[in-house]
């Protein structure tokens, strides 16, 4: 589950979380990031995934 505008897609091993909005939006951090195609702002249990961005955390 994400906001409106992201997309997540769960599979064993790795969560990947794809904002299509045009504006960062605040998430929860799904484990450690393994790849972003953005830098993404983790802080705690959040996350920051700027516009257009994916990523990809290893759980």
């Given at each position: ?48 995934l700027p ?9």
């Amino acid at each position: 589950d994400g906001p409106e505008g992201v997309l997540v897609l769960a599979r064993p091993g790795f969560v990947c979380t794809v904002n299509t909005t045009g504006a960062p939006v605040r998430i929860a951090a799904r484990g450690r990031v393994l790849l972003a195609s953005s830098p993404v702002t983790v802080d705690g249990a959040e996350a920051v995934l700027p516009a257009d961005t994916t990523v990809w955390w290893t759980v």
